[in-house]
């Protein structure tokens, strides 16, 4: 069975960073990119950032660029997450995933990050 595994979240100050990273637990799989998604309490989860592995093209929200660093891992399968300048607002639980064709159909079961005002 397939799993991703997040670490890396916390509690932090504003202004602080974090540093998330995200692996594959279990057998290998073939994925075009991975990615993060966050989700705040009562809202609904939204898109943060994500790298295709063909190219290394990195995409962001608007709400984090130039601040988060999306990259890719030295192992396979691996991403991390590099979260400067962190604010309030980006408090949330968040959550690596896979992309397999053209579907995020492997998800983690998301790591905690407040941002303390």
């Known amino acids: 069975q397939v799993q991703l595994v997040e670490s890396g979240g916390g509690l932090v100050q504003a202004g602080g960073s974090l540093r998330l990273s995200c692996t594959v637990s279990?057998?290998?799989?073939?994925?075009?990119?991975m990615g993060w998604f966050r989700q705040a309490a009562g809202k609904e989860r939204e898109f943060v950032a994500s790298?295709?592995?063909?190219?290394?093209?990195?995409s962001y929200a608007d709400s984090v660029k130039g601040r988060f660093t999306v990259s890719g891992g030295n192992a396979p399968n691996t991403v991390h997450l590099q979260m400067n300048s962190l604010k309030p607002e980006d408090t949330a639980v968040y959550y690596c995933?896979?992309?397999?064709?053209?579907?995020?159909?492997?998800w983690g079961q998301g790591t905690q990050v407040t941002v303390s005002s």
């Open positions: 995933a896979a992309k397999v064709v053209a579907t995020w159909s492997v």
């Open positions: 279990g057998r290998t799989f073939s994925n075009n990119a």
């Open positions: 790298i295709r592995w063909i190219g290394r093209s990195r």
